[in-house]
């Protein structure tokens, strides 16, 4: 049965059997994973999930059921399922199904060019970076992984008020851990590339930046611990934002689980902070034209020259607000409940280069990776302190690699002290993105 007819047929099944309104998800994933070493496959691995949720309203209470299997058997399964789970709820929260939105962004995140490549030159491109990074300094002595991933995946949302939304999108990941060696002094670099256009992978290119980030490593020194001017690369400073991201869900201030809390309309941030969610970003891999409920994603600001726009909203939590939705109800799959996350969430770039900020700079230090962040991070109270490498910058240039330091801050402070953002926009593979950013002083301490 083809997932449209089985959407459909369910939906009157659910409605016949009594719900007054139903919503079905269907979501398919594959994935490929090959992983290489001294020139031969160390792991292939190819992955398919997918499955389909029924969500209605019965007896006023929102039901909710999921199942993997699409079949003839599967619809009473649901149904009944969906039932069971309406009747456990205490109350109706108020909660009711999307009728959609009256236009849709038409957003090409899938490139039929990248899923007509064939795996033997997907392998041929990782065997090819290997080898180049191996051969690129005598200081290189392996690699703790270097490997391609590619994924794509296909949902769609029907819903008993007429709704049929379907997306398809796709993309590839590489990404590469080289171990160098001067001496006694061993040291390693990770290094990652995304994109949808495979024709422009330069095995070259990426060998070179692997085997830099690494070696750049090496000659580690040790400063004294203190405050210092913070220069963080745009992969960290990501990396951090997406760790912090629960403060700006305005389901988390309404169970006062963030202190951004009644602070919409307010100054939280530097004025050289915008922050953007954007749905469509041409460089990161995420995003949709539509969200976990169905309604039409926009590109908007939630910081906007430092002032807080608004927050996150799912029609649930908008409708306690009194406001209306920003298009950003969640369902990580078709098994999860909804919740509210960003899409393609970023700090918006500016006009500095990293160099220029390193000039600005007459002692501070350049963090270029943070590790340990979801232990090392409180997101109610915005502390953090986390394990960081990096260089101490010196007259404005680099002096050296810094021996392995801890920073610790609080995320609403650095907001404030953000001083200057840079254009080098870099995403995560989870649609979280930012700029190098100069910040005006955090903690360093030095083991």
Known sequence: MKITEFQEKLLQKAMDAGFKEAEVFYEKAESFQCMIFEGEIDSYETSVDGGLSLRGLYNGKMGYAYTEKIDEDSISFLIDNAKA?????????????????????????????????????????????????RAYDPRIVTLDYCGLQDFSGEQSLANSKGLSLTEKKNGLIIFVSTVVKDGEEMKTGSFRKMTRDFQSLAADEIAKEAAEEALSNLGEKSIPSGKYPIIMRHNAAAALLSTFTPIFSAENAQKDQSLLKGKVGTQIASNFVTLLNDPFHSEALSGSSFDGEGVATKKQAIISSGTLETLLHNRKSAKLEGCETTGNAHKPSYKSTLSIAPQNLHIATGQRTLDDLLVSVSEGILITGLSGLHSGANTISGDFSVEATGFHVKEGKIASPVKQMTIAGNFYELMKDIEETCKDLYFLPDGYGSPTLLVKELSVTVD
């Not at 709820?89 to 039929?112: A, K, M």
Request: glycine share 4%; aromatic share 8%; net charge negative.
């Open 85 to 133: 789970n309406a009747e456990l709820l205490d109350e109706d929260d108020g909660t009711d199904i999307f009728d959609g939105s009256s236009e849709y962004t038409n957003y090409q995140s899938y490139s039929e060019e990248l899923a007509n490549v064939q795996i033997p030159e997907k392998i041929s491109l990782i065997k090819s970076i290997e080898e180049k990074i």
